[in-house]
Structures are given as structure tokens and as C-alpha cells.
């Protein structure tokens, strides 16, 4: 009784980095920074915002971190 079947081994080729070209870098790239912008202003919206309502506060000198921990995500 077969379960499974045929399980190949090793890792598969990525298949994407064939069709990565520098004109698709470009075609894209300003829709992939204004879409990390947008993220970005996002989050720093959500922690003013939670910071207001916890009574915390928020300075702006600590942005650098959450760019760094934003970028982690």
C-alpha cells in the first residue's frame, strides 16, 4: 500500500530566480518601496496610537528601532 509515493530528495531549484531580470526590478521597484512606505508610516501610526491610549510615551528619537524591527518582520 503506497501512502506516499515517490519522495525526491534534496532541495528544489527555485524556479523564480529564471524569470528575475533587471527590467522586472525596475518595473517594479517603485511599487516595492511605496508599498514599505506605506507599512512603515503604518506602524509607527499604530504605536502613537497605543502608546495614547496606554499612557506611554512616544518619542520620535526611537524611530530608527522600529525600522530595524519592522524590517525583522
Do not use: C, H
Not at 2 to 26: F, K, M, T
Amino acid at each position: 500500500m503506497s501512502i506516499v509515493g515517490d519522495v525526491p530528495s534534496g532541495l528544489p531549484s527555485p524556479s523564480w530566480l529564471s524569470a528575475l531580470s533587471w527590467s522586472a526590478i525596475q518595473d517594479n521597484i517603485t511599487d516595492a518601496l511605496t508599498i514599505a512606505l506605506i507599512g512603515y508610516v503604518e506602524s509607527i501610526a499604530v504605536a502613537k496610537k497605543y502608546a495614547g491610549n496606554l499612557e506611554y510615551s512616544f518619542e520620535f528619537r526611537n524611530l530608527n528601532n522600529l525600522l530595524l524591527f519592522v524590517g525583522y518582520e
